[in-house]
């Protein structure tokens, strides 16, 4: 087996199969529990309230286009984390990868985005569950002050320029769904996963059942013209269609989740390719097929809120209709938020077990064996988001996080290939590469960097634009949690690493 380990920080494929072995978390899921999780992690807030938002700010009905693109980038990705997978099947996902291509500091980096990826994901799902929840209550005559279910900040455009306002109010009702489900994962997995399993076939139902009866409902013309007119900025035309692929990016995050759960994985080498990508497949078909639903049934103009398919069905006059993709939208996010909150506990579990976090996040529960301080910790973190941050600054913030952490994965994938060639792998990348002075060039992961760099480069634009405009929120949140975990790795991980004591030792 190769070694990697020529950084002085670097983890090699030894240790990590050696990591795999000693690992203290119960391996309880099979492959059907683990493509549940990425189909339960992935179909909800994308759909149930995502798409309603870059279709009306960015793309209209060329929405549909902007999925092609993301599921297109995401596809090389996940071929990439499967790859992966079989070959390092440990918790940490793309955090544990970049340990062994690049090194602790960049290993740190990708964990520290990737905590930013699953908090404020969950923050986003979180707010779509308010607003289905608030409309939900409604029907049944029971009214949410807008104090209690608005978020602090408030995003408003007026043509290409974007504005952020402040004001006395709080999300509570999305707050609250944060901390509930962080209570029910800190009870056990095994627990939660049958309990998400049943969501998922709800939900998926929900969706199956609005798509079926809102085909009937569809207007052509609300799909003309495709393509809107381009009016500056990353508002329509083409721009648009990149603009709103790079915020539905957030839509996919979810299959990454199943990575993670390999600390768990009865058969890790197999068992996680297959959930996947077999959870990537179902969550982009069903992706296309309701957003062509729900831009026939509405126009797009009116679709920038946290319920667009509350929107949807109350437009198709069937009351029956409304309440159950309503409840089906309140029960189906719980189980993103499950499996979002599951994937950031878990991560912060092997960091902690790293030392680079502090050793109380990786005890576990001495009834329930789970990472209980951790998810305590970050599901109070998650809330205070969800209380604050709109879905529009999430959402950029989210897909930005998503893409890097995406493309490192590319990238160590190549990089396992090069310095390991002879490692088992129950699953490789399609369509093979070619070699450059002896190093090799996978078509798949080159790809996925490639597509990763396309999901980037109109969120950083756009944060430009946006501070040139006099909106540095966005940019300001963003470098301000980039100053924490620069401070954070820098006066504790640091000094406090696992690996980096091992070594230090060795050197007496």
Known sequence: MGDLSGSPRRKSLQRIEKENSNQRLNRTLGPLQLTMLGVGSTIGAGIYVMTGTAAANYAGPSILLSFIVAGVACLFTALSYGELA???PVSGSAYTYAYVSMGERWAWAVGWLLLLEYGISCAGVAAGFSGYAVSLLQDFGVHVPSALSTTTLQVAFEGASRH???GWRMDAVGAFSILAVSLLLVLGVRESFKINALIVF??????ALFVALGVWEVHPSYWTPFIP?????FRFGFPGIFRAASVI???YVGFEAVS?????ARNPRRDVPVGIVLSLI???VVY????????????WQTLDVADPLAIAVNAMHQPWLALFVKLGAVIGLCSVLMGLLYAQSRIFFAMAEDGLLMPMFSKLHPRFQTPWIGSIVLGLGVALATAMLPIDIIGDLVSLGTAVAFGIVCFTVIWVRNKAPEIPRRFSVPWGGFTVRGIWLGYVPLLGIFFCATMVAPLCVDMILALYKGDPIPLLLLLAYAGIGWASYRFYGHVHSRLGREQREKAK
Do not use: D, N, Q, R
């Open 229 to 233: 007119k381009y009016e500056g900025g």
């Open 260 to 264: 993670t759960a390999a600390g768990e």
């Open 164 to 166: 952020v306002a402040a």
């Open 202 to 207: 709800l939900k998926v139902g929900v969706l």
């Open 249 to 251: 990016f957030f839509a």
């Open 282 to 284: 179902i969550c982009t």
């Open 86 to 88: 079989s070959s390092m």
């Open 288 to 299: 296309m097929i309701v957003a062509a639903v729900l831009i026939g049934v509405v126009p």
